[in-house]
Each structure stands twice: as C-alpha cells, then as structure tokens.
C-alpha cells in the first residue's frame, strides 16, 4: 500500500491546526473522507438529486439506480447472499435498536437470556437492557480475562438453552480486541440462539464475510469506513428479516393502507419508510469502492503493523498506562497518564495539532472494569504513518513533563 499516494486522496489532512499540520488519530471515532467520496456525493446533488422508488421520471430513475447500486456493493463487501439482506440505517445504533426491539422483543420472554459482553458500546447494551426489561429476559455477561479479551470456555459457560441472543463486538473500541465472532456464533448456534455482530469497529479495518462468521444479523456504520455520516447497515439472514415486523411506519415501508389495518412491503423495504438518507447511500457505495482499490488485507496489515509500533514506543513513556492486549488487536491505543486527567491529555495534545479522543468512549460499564473514570483514546486508520506515531510519542512525553513540573 503505498501510504503517500492515499494520504493525498483526503483532503482534510492537508491543513495545519493550532500552527501544527494536523495529526488525525481519532478515526474509530469517525474517519476522514477521500476526494472520491466527496465527490460522488457531491455528483448525486449536482446530477441526480431526486427521491428514490417514486417517480417515474429521468432524475428519479438515476436516484433509485444510485441507491440500490449502493445496496448491492454492501451485499457483495459483506459477502451477503443477496441485496435484499441489506437495510440502510441511519448506522451501528439504529440497526442494533431494530434488532434488539423488532426481533428479540418478540421472540424473548420471561426466563429467557440474551448474553452480551462488559466491553459493549452503549449502542450494543443500552437497546439489549430495555429488550430484557420489555420482555422478563434475563441479560447476561460474559466475564472479560484480565487483559479483557474473552475465553471460549467462559462463553461456554454463559450461554445456555435459555439464550435467545447473542450480541458482541466484533472489534472493541477501547481495547482494540478482535472478538472470536466465528466460535461464539457456533456456541450460540449449538444452544438455538441467534448471533448479532456490533461491526461498527471491524467493517473499516478488515474483511468481513458474515457468511463465514455465522452472524446472523451484522450491524455497521458508514462514518467510520470513509463515508459520510448518517447512513449505515444491517445485514440479517433472510429468515429472520421476513419474521421481523418493522419498527417505524410512514410512506414506502407499506404494501396496502386501509383506514384499520395495513400490510408491509417485502424486504428490505419494510425496514426503510420515509425518505431514506439517499447520497448518504450513495457516499458508502463509493467509500467502498476506494477501500477495495485499497484492499482490505492491505489495510488491516498496515494497521497492525502502525498498533504494535504505537504500542512500543508508547512503553517507553513512564508512567503511561495503555489497556487490552498487546497481541492481536486493531489500530488503536487506549491509555492513560499518571495524575494527568485524559481530557487535559488531549486539549494539550491539540494545541500541537494531534487530535485524539479522551473520555469515556461510550462504554461506561468498561470503564469501571478498568478501573477508571476515562481514557485517552488513539485510533490509527490506512492514511496513517509512523511519523503520526512519532508526533503522537513526543507530544505525550512534553506533556508529561509540563503537568509533572506543574504538580511539583
């Protein structure tokens, strides 16, 4: 991957902040779009900008074009068997809040189960916490080891006959841990429940084939893989997808209205009433695109390769602390410095022009099993480098030692 030739495709990373080039290290957050992106939305408001599946005019034909183009490039990313297993969301939350309220508030009841892990995003606990107070089900935690990734003999434990639901992370965002989605998905198989993949944090930075993950529903976000905000995905196995009853009515999800009663469209259209986020669509199916030319195992190498010189050079900072495992994990760093609270971490980190993310980070409940009321967060994505890194390392040690000299 040639890393100069990407970097000039991102517009936004050729610009100084606070008289300092800008350093991005805060893409699990959201990441930073190429031209080609920009570009592609910009086309669709300039050329085709109409509604989509409605008239039957020339602009509102390219639309629907544009738009269930789009839906056929996240079927083929995520290897899915067919466009139709593909629902445009507003993103991860959105589709993990349909799941959660129009599958698993209908099939749960009292003394049911729905297992999920301590290291969820709010998006995929929250939404599993109201399913089981909504239906008497019992919620479930698989324990975290101490470098919080998870042990298959703990997931075998916790899963049982009563389970109805699984629900984890592919990808951590505070630990960077690559979850063994493929084995749990078997264990929660083999005990009749259903498996949900949170892919907010693994579609941007490696392949995914849900098929071969045995996920049966797989949520993800735009933002974070190079496209714009307010569009997303939910992938379901075609099964449950027909079984489900849509979540929110209006015009387009309906087959007939009668003034007592009404009947749905088939999928995925049911899941999508109203006006659907178009050149959001059409954004992702060019943020796919770019990723492609890039080439996912590129990307997932390189990042890897920019975790574990992060991780090293970090080590040599006293008294940082960073958390998860040094070994297989994705492109970020999570850590903190003694005695410096994380958010003066990264307002002094941006008066250098590096922008991280400090704070909770959506896991609150991770947040106490660490230990801790926050964490500085650094997230590498492909227009990464070493020399990113090595800003990162020198900033950190100036501001260890201002705060040291201010404390003494």
């Known amino acids: 991957m040639n890393i100069h030739a990407v970097r000039e495709q991102f517009p936004i990373l050729h610009q100084e902040v606070n008289g300092h080039p800008l350093v991005y290290l805060d893409s699990a957050a959201s990441s930073q779009k190429p031209r080609s992106v920009i570009d592609a939305v910009s086309r669709y408001y300039e050329l085709d900008n109409a509604n989509v599946h409605r008239g039957v005019h020339t602009l509102g034909s390219r639309a629907t074009d544009a738009y269930e183009g789009a839906r056929e490039k996240v079927a083929a990313f995520l290897n899915a068997e067919s466009p139709e297993q593909i629902i445009f969301t507003r993103g991860t939350t959105t589709a993990l809040n349909l799941?959660?309220?129009?599958?698993?508030?209908?099939?749960?009841?009292?003394?049911?189960?729905?297992?999920?892990?301590?290291?969820?995003?709010?998006?995929?606990?929250?939404?599993?916490?109201?399913?089981?107070?909504?239906?008497?089900?019992?919620?479930?935690?698989?324990?975290?080891?101490?470098?919080?990734?998870?042990?298959?003999?703990?997931?075998?434990?916790?899963?049982?006959?009563?389970?109805?639901?699984?629900?984890?992370?592919?990808?951590?965002n505070v630990l960077g841990v690559v979850n063994p989605i493929k084995a749990i998905a078997e264990i929660a198989h083999r005990a009749g429940a259903i498996m949900v993949v949170d892919g907010a944090q693994s579609t941007p930075h490696k392949r995914v084939d849900v098929q071969d993950l045995g996920a049966d529903f797989y949520a993800f976000s735009g933002h974070k893989m190079c496209a714009p905000t307010g569009i997303g995905a939910l992938y379901g196995k075609r099964t449950l997808l027909e079984n489900m009853e849509p979540i929110e009515f209006g015009g387009e999800m309906i087959d007939?209205?009668?003034?007592?009663?009404?009947?749905?469209?088939?999928?995925?259209?049911?899941?999508?009433?109203?006006?659907?986020?178009?050149?959001?669509?059409?954004?992702?199916?060019?943020?796919?695109?770019?990723?492609?030319?890039?080439?996912?195992?590129?990307?997932?190498?390189?990042?890897?390769?920019?975790?574990?010189?992060?991780?090293?050079?970090?080590?040599?900072?006293?008294?940082?602390?960073?958390?998860?495992?040094?070994?297989?994990?994705?492109?970020?760093?999570?850590?903190?410095?003694?005695?410096?609270h994380p958010h003066d971490v990264a307002t002094v980190l941006d008066s250098k022009g590096i922008a991280i993310r400090a704070g909770h980070h959506c896991c609150q409940p991770l947040m106490r099993w660490l230990n801790v009321s926050a964490t500085a967060r650094a997230s590498f994505y492909l227009y990464n480098t070493e020399s990113d890194i090595d800003h990162l390392t020198d900033a950190l040690i100036q501001t260890k030692e201002f705060f040291g000299h201010a404390i003494g």
């Open 99 to 172: 799941v959660a309220t129009g599958y698993a508030r209908s099939v749960c009841g009292e003394g049911d189960e729905i297992v999920i892990t301590p290291m969820e995003h709010h998006s995929n606990l929250i939404p599993w916490q109201q399913a089981a107070k909504a239906t008497g089900a019992t919620l479930k935690y698989i324990p975290l080891q101490p470098d919080g990734t998870l042990s298959l003999e703990d997931v075998e434990k916790t899963i049982t006959p009563r389970t109805k639901v699984v629900s984890v992370t592919y990808v951590s």
């Open 256 to 340: 007939f209205v009668e003034l007592y009663d009404s009947t749905w469209k088939d999928i995925p259209y049911r899941f999508e009433g109203g006006t659907p986020v178009i050149a959001g669509a059409v954004g992702l199916g060019a943020a796919i695109d770019f990723l492609e030319s890039v080439g996912l195992d590129e990307i997932e190498q390189h990042e890897r390769r920019l975790a574990a010189y992060a991780y090293e050079r970090l080590s040599t900072i006293e008294g940082l602390q960073m958390y998860g495992p040094k070994e297989n994990r994705v492109g970020l760093i999570t850590f903190n410095l003694d005695d410096v």
